[in-house]
């Protein structure tokens, strides 16, 4: 393990159902850890997708253009 | 479960966006489009079928996502609170489907999009992404790309358009010309600064914007061949580019098509002549409305436009002592007396139009949920009979909603109860009150949309689409996705275009699936916003 690494501890029939995984992938995966890691950054990216919330102003624009054109 | 199969990709796909293009009137203007000719003589070029109600916003969140209205919810630009106050749905980026350029972006594919309506702000993606209208204002991402755009002058749009047609049609087609022949030119601009683009997808607002105005008016093709020529250049460029390309696509896509407009049907004005509704008039409003505005510019009579403190004052009073509906004008929800009114209207003004019951969910209700059936019931009855004069149905159909928009993104919104479809060449207006509930049609509501938009492709791997003659909106993203060798996700609605046995299948990628089965998981836990 390297230095910028940490150990975290999963049950242990977790890590050999994901090690059955690991072993169907035909090699795209190395080992186990490589598979965890893969799984957990891809869950961290889609909830670091961040929420927008418009601004009165943002949105009284948005009718404003709205209705430039007739729509409302 | 979902198989994801890729290849390393050396495919290109333009998917040119182009709002309200029309299958009738590009047959009507191929011999002066070289473009969209050769669209037809070496690919594919059909109808599509666009959503209910076919509204952009409605349409594009289907194109993007691959997901029926009715799941995705943005079914109009605004709707409305239980407070009857007019607010925005939102915008694509709040659906809890991911657009597919995102997907293509998550499998390590990268787009230049520019300008794909209801897109606000640019969020990240693989590649670049420029905000499209109705935009409050420009965004970019990467932020960095922002200097080409300055520099070649780049706008979202033409503000205010349907009073500059009034003074100057000439002169705002030009203008609406230019911002788009600048959108093609910045579209190119960032791709090669990007490189090693996989998909191009820029976005014209151009046809909409003039058909709008122009369809239904003498001498319409005029105005109209230039908004397709713009769009036929950029298209003729973009097909020189994929010439050298081993495998590559050009698509056309609209979200809705057009018509011209005969009739407008002012739905609220029915529902007051009907008892439907009850409107609180002011006759003062009414007199100086058909006296004053209608006839001596009221500029004039507020000391010049630049008072806009004098105007501003005048607007107060007005608002004041002469509050209430107009006999005839522009209106709002306040201006009926609620609690006499079982039904309204609003939303965009367009072929299709919705109805909600003041039912317990507002805050001065006519009439209790558990018996507001029988009056859907009658409504649907008389909307189904009424005829313009003695002879044309103005409405071709009336849908039951209630339960079909029940999830509109946004929880302050109260979902509508019925959708009201015009006959063709007619259009629906809540958003004004007259005597007569059929009227001409406004300057800029000579031209409005209809279900059958435009479908074309062509380019070195035209071959790889599968036989039709008709498609819809809900197909293109996983045709895109397909293309790219990325198997159509479990939520979409659509069928992909691609033949199933012309996919270039190699190896099976495992980490593939495990993002698929992220953002699954990820739409599940989305709770209702």
């Known amino acids: ?72 | 479960m979902v198989d994801c199969i890729v290849v390393v990709s050396y495919l290109k796909v333009i998917l040119v966006g182009v709002d309200g293009a029309t299958y009738w009137v590009i047959r009507e203007l191929l011999p002066r489009l070289k473009g969209f000719n050769k669209l037809t003589e070496e690919g594919v070029v059909c109808g599509l079928r666009t959503t209910l109600p076919p509204l952009s916003s409605c349409a594009w969140a289907s194109i993007y996502t691959g997901v029926r209205p009715s799941r995705h919810g943005l079914f109009d630009f605004v709707g409305i609170g239980n407070d009857y106050g007019v607010h925005g749905m939102g915008f694509v980026n709040a659906l809890r489907y991911p657009v597919f350029w995102s997907l293509l972006g998550k499998f390590g594919f990268r787009s230049v999009v520019v300008n794909p309506p209801m897109i606000y702000p640019a969020f990240k993606v693989n590649g670049v992404l420029v905000s499209g209208w109705p935009s409050p204002k420009l965004s970019v991402y990467p932020s960095r790309f922002g200097k080409i755009l300055r520099e070649v002058g780049y706008r979202i749009d033409v503000d205010g358009l349907e009073g500059r047609f009034r003074k100057d049609p000439d002169g705002t087609v030009d203008d609406l010309v230019e911002v788009a022949k600048v959108r093609g030119e910045a579209c190119f601009r960032l791709s090669e600064e990007l490189g090693n683009w996989d998909l191009m997808f820029p976005v014209f607002t151009i046809c909409d914007r003039i058909q709008h105005f122009a369809l239904g008016r003498n001498g319409w093709r005029k105005w109209v061949l230039k908004a397709y020529r713009v769009v036929d250049e950029f298209i003729q460029r973009a097909l020189r580019l994929l010439r050298d390309e081993d495998e590559g696509l050009l698509f056309i896509v609209s979200d809705h098509g057009f018509q011209p407009i005969r009739k407008t049907f002012l739905v609220n004005s029915w529902l007051v002549k009907k008892g439907f509704a009850k409107l609180r008039y002011s006759h003062f409003r009414s007199l100086i409305r058909e006296y004053i505005v209608n006839g001596i510019s009221l500029r004039t009579i507020y000391w010049g436009a630049s008072h806009k403190r004098l105007a501003s004052l005048v607007g107060k009073i007005n608002n004041l002592f002469l509050g209430g509906a107009p006999k005839r004008g522009r209106f709002s929800i306040n201006d009926f007396v609620l609690r006499k009114t079982l039904a309204f209207a609003s939303g965009t003004i367009s072929p299709a139009t919705f109805i909600w019951i003041n039912d317990d969910r507002f805050r001065y209700f006519a009439i209790k949920r558990s018996k507001k059936n029988l009056v859907k019931e009658k409504l649907i009855d008389a909307l189904l009979d009424i005829k313009d004069g003695s002879k044309e149905n103005i409405v071709r159909d009336v849908v039951d909603v209630e339960n079909l928009y029940d999830e509109n993104g946004q929880s302050n919104l109260v979902s509508p109860d019925l959708m009201v479809i015009a006959n063709n060449e007619y259009t629906i207006d809540p958003w004004y009150v007259s005597s007569s509930y059929v009227v001409s049609p406004s300057v800029y509501r000579h031209g409005d949309h209809s279900f059958e938009g435009v479908f074309a492709a062509a380019g070195p791997s035209v071959n790889r689409l599968r036989d039709f003659d008709f498609c819809g909106v809900l197909d293109i993203a996983p045709t895109i996705l397909n293309l790219f060798n990325i198997d159509t996700p479990p939520w979409m609605d659509g069928i992909s275009l691609i033949d199933p046995d012309l996919l270039l299948k190699s190896r099976l990628k495992n980490s593939l699936k495990i993002k698929v089965k992220i953002i699954e998981r990820k739409m599940r836990g989305t709770s209702r916003k």
């Open chain 1, 1 to 72: 393990m390297g230095e910028d690494k940490v150990a975290v501890y999963i049950p242990k029939d977790l890590y050999e159902e994901i090690k059955k995984r690991v072993d169907l992938s035909g090699g795209e995966f190395k080992n186990v850890e490589e598979y965890v890691e893969f799984v957990l950054r891809e869950i961290v990216k889609e909830e670091e997708e961040e929420e927008f919330e418009y601004t009165p102003e943002e949105e009284e624009k948005i009718k404003e253009r709205l209705r430039g054109l007739g729509y409302l």
